[in-house]
């Protein structure tokens, strides 16, 4: 129970830390961050409900005004921005990526830790995501999905990285990689 506790608490300080690197912000008021990167990784390496967990947590601490959010953002103002529907799709989005790598055993690890952070990370990510910037900036889904276009390109290569990380750590930790362990 503590370990899961403080490995909650880890990746949830995980996502604090990418919010260092500097964010762009587009146009359209959401920006581009490393932060998903953190999202994916809490879905390959914790699971579902682990990786789920810690997002939560995390947004849980910047919603009570922690500004954690790249380029110092925090407060409950933030749900209500152009990236409120990426925030609030970010635990789905862990999830998702540790559920399909905890029940996907048919085809190398780095190859379905990307695959799942693609289908999490990206694909349900964008979901919220365009609901919420659709409703923000009052534009209709299909415009909302088009501004998503910029981000596809990061995205994936966060999707590449999460995969070759988590294998990495399978191979040096494999009892690290809780994504695995709980898997029947």
Not at 21 to 38: E, M, N, R, Y
Not at 80 to 87: D, M, Q, R
Not at 129 to 156: Q, R, Y
Request: hydrophobic share 60%; with cysteine; glycine share 14%.
């Amino acid at each position: 129970m503590e370990k899961n506790v403080a490995l909650i608490a880890l990746f949830a300080a995980l996502i604090a830390a990418l919010g260092l690197i500097p964010k762009v912000t587009l146009g359209f008021g959401v920006p581009i961050t490393a932060q998903s990167l953190g999202v994916m990784l809490c879905g390959t390496i914790l699971g579902s409900k682990r990786g789920g967990l810690a997002v939560l947590l995390f947004l849980l601490i910047v919603a009570i005004g922690v500004p954690l959010l790249s380029g110092g953002r925090g407060g409950l103002g933030v749900f209500a921005s152009p990236s409120a529907g990426f925030l609030i799709g970010w635990p789905v989005a862990a999830f998702v990526t540790g559920l399909i790598v905890e029940k996907w055993r048919g085809a190398p690890l780095m190859i379905v830790a990307g695959i799942a952070s693609v289908i999490g990370g990206i694909v349900v990510m964008y979901a919220f995501g365009i609901v919420g910037m659709s409703i923000a900036l009052e534009k209709s889904l299909i415009e909302a999905a088009g501004l998503t276009t910029a981000f596809i390109p990061g995205d994936l290569l966060k999707a590449g990285i999460a995969g070759m990380l988590t294998a990495a750590l399978a191979k040096a930790r494999p009892a690290s990689l809780l994504s695995r362990a709980d898997a029947v």
